[in-house]
T-cell receptor, first 111, second 113 residues
Framework: GENVEQHPSTLSVQEGDSAVIKCTYS??????FPWYKQELGKGPQLIID?????GEKKDQRIAVTLNKTAKHFSLHITETQPEDSAVYFC??????????FGTGTRLLVSP | NAGVTQTPKFQVLKTGQSMTLQCAQD?????MSWYRQDPGMGLRLIHY???????DQGEVPNGYNVSRSTTEDFPLRLLSAAPSQTSVYFC????????????FGPGTRLLVL
């Protein structure tokens, strides 16, 4: 089955710096790659997603890139702010119904 | 819209007790699912449903039962709770039944002693 690896597990940056979180997946059939943000005590919230027919997608300070050949996808956050501090999860869709999640990255943005 | 709601928010059980975690959504989503979240392991799929009367197993289904009698509700049952089921449980739903853009509930924190 699908396996998603996510790195790093923790990431500390200064406010205004950029943050990059990387994920790899194993199943070449996966074609949907969402990113979720989870704040303390809350459920995950979708922040951006990308499909396999697209190489890059941007939404203001957030961007996601996908390299299908290498089975890599990454989340890029520019001009980080303290409110970006949270746990971020990548995921891959391994078929019709299922999402397989990475193990999460705790991002801490220091003022 | 209330979105995805879950009850209770927190529950303590003794080993061997049974309980039902409730999940409801008011977005007319066909697809609903249950995940558990454990430290260092991300979210793992327990069961899912693509519509009323249709359910299937996910990655970690053992010890859990589900049913889907209506579009809105998707309860998760623990028949005989075990300490290994201590976790945070999330329900999610989506309109397009490809696992895309899943909306998550606030979670239920379960402690089994």
């Amino acid at each position: 089955g699908e396996n998603v690896e996510q790195h790093p597990s923790t990431l500390s940056v200064q406010e205004g710096d950029s943050a990059v979180i990387k994920c790899t997946y194993s199943d070449s059939a996966s074609n949907y790659f969402p990113w979720y943000k989870q704040e303390l005590g809350k459920g995950p919230q979708l922040i951006i997603d990308i499909r396999s027919n697209v190489g890059e997608k941007k939404d203001q300070r957030i961007a996601v890139t996908l390299n299908k050949t290498a089975k890599h996808f990454s989340l890029h956050i520019t001009e980080t702010q303290p409110e970006d501090s949270a746990v971020y999860f990548c995921a891959a869709s391994m078929g019709f119904q299922k999402l397989v999640f990475g193990t999460g990255t705790r991002l801490l943005v220091s003022p | 819209n209330a979105g995805v709601t879950q009850t209770p928010k927190f529950q303590v059980l003794k080993t061997g007790q049974s309980m039902t975690l409730q999940c409801a959504q008011d977005m007319n989503h066909e697809y609903m699912s249950w995940y558990r979240q454990d430290p260092g392991m991300g979210l793992r799929l327990i069961h899912y449903s693509v519509g009323a009367g249709i359910t299937d197993q996910g990655e970690v289904p053992n010890g859990y039962n589900v049913s889907r009698s209506t579009t809105e509700d998707f309860p998760l049952r623990l028949l005989s709770a075990a300490p290994s089921q201590t976790s945070v449980y999330f329900c999610a739903s989506s309109y397009v039944a490809r696992g895309e853009t899943q909306y998550f509930g606030p979670g239920t924190r379960l402690l089994v002693l």
